[in-house]
């Protein structure tokens, strides 16, 4: 059984420019969230699909934005970067709520 | 005030000592409690939650919830050098979203 699967791995973008991350939940999970960690620093929420719908949001500009697909999949973008979103990005899979299951993660560096 | 706060690091335990760690939350609310383990260079990985007032017990890891002081806290027994790694508290607020903590970086010393 996979679990949770995360692309890229990393990425190396510059100001400006647009990301997309891609996540596919581990089998069964229907609910995903995604979270911003910078390095020292714990997970920030950033937000959560359920039904293919925004359910929840952290305090994240509408930079960010993301989609869940009919397969659970999810896809977080972010537009115009700045070096402040260098960050890990960890996506969360999960049936019951609050115990999550996370993949590897994304590492984003904006140059 | 942040939504949940733990107490700052690092802390150094020798092996086999009690290492606690602890948690206090914002939202009175909150109804779900939970402790991942993140090694270095790893993401998250959960190890214990906890709904209820009082303890529960997983091997060497005890949660203890107290929701009228706003407290949460992680004890492991016997801690071992493979205990070493950042745990973070996360807490499911009442506007159902799961909030961590900035986290506490444990280090136990053989």
């Known amino acids: 059984d996979a679990g949770v699967t995360q692309s890229p791995t990393h990425l190396i973008k510059t100001r400006g420019q647009q990301v997309t991350l891609r996540c596919s939940p581990k089998?069964?999970?229907?609910?995903v969230s995604w979270y911003q960690q910078a390095l020292g620093q714990g997970p920030q929420f950033i937000f959560q699909y359920y039904e293919e719908e925004e359910r929840q949001r952290g305090n994240f500009p509408d930079r960010f934005s993301g989609h869940q697909f009919p397969n659970y999949s999810s896809e977080l973008n972010v537009n115009a970067l700045l070096l402040g979103d260098s960050a890990l990005y960890l996506c969360a899979s999960s049936i019951t709520p609050g115990e999550l299951f996370f993949g590897e993660g994304s590492r984003l560096t904006v140059l | 005030q942040k939504e949940v706060e733990q107490n700052s690091g690092p802390l150094s335990v020798p092996e086999g000592a009690i290492a606690s760690l602890n948690c206090t939350y914002s939202d009175r609310g909150s109804q779900s409690f939970f402790w991942y383990r993140q090694y270095s260079g790893k993401s998250p990985e959960l190890i214990m939650s906890?709904?209820?007032?009082g303890d529960k017990e997983d091997g060497r890891f005890t949660a203890q919830l107290n929701k009228a002081s706003q407290y949460v806290s992680l004890l492991i027994r016997d801690s071992q050098p493979s205990d070493s790694a950042t745990y973070l508290c996360a807490v499911k607020t009442s506007y159902d979203k799961v909030i961590f903590g900035p986290g506490t970086s444990l280090s136990v010393i053989p």
């Open positions: 089998s069964g999970h229907d609910t």
């Open positions: 906890i709904y209820s007032n």
